[in-house]
């Protein structure tokens, strides 16, 4: 039940970007603003429309608690992986 209001704070907090680049008034951060905004926006579109593409990121979401709670370096190694 979460899953619209969390893609709602992840587009809230991109539309806070975008008004603080407005305020700056420079070319590139607008341009970083809008790639980001535009970047969620897609995310809303692709995932939530349907609900069988609900389902899998909240599944994965299940799945890596699951494989947390039953092995402490799972996060770590899942950020390693992930970001590095």
Do not use: C
Request: proline share 6%.
């Amino acid at each position: 039940n979460m899953f619209p209001f969390t893609l709602g704070a992840n587009i809230g907090t991109t539309t806070t970007a975008l008004i603080a680049a407005l305020s700056k008034g420079e070319d590139l951060g607008l341009q970083i603003a809008y790639v980001h905004l535009l970047f969620n926006l897609m995310g809303v579109l692709i995932w939530f429309p349907l609900p069988f593409m609900r389902a899998i990121p909240v599944s994965m979401a299940r799945f890596l608690g699951r494989l947390t709670y039953i092995s402490k370096t799972a996060p770590l190694v899942y950020i390693v992986v992930a970001f590095l």
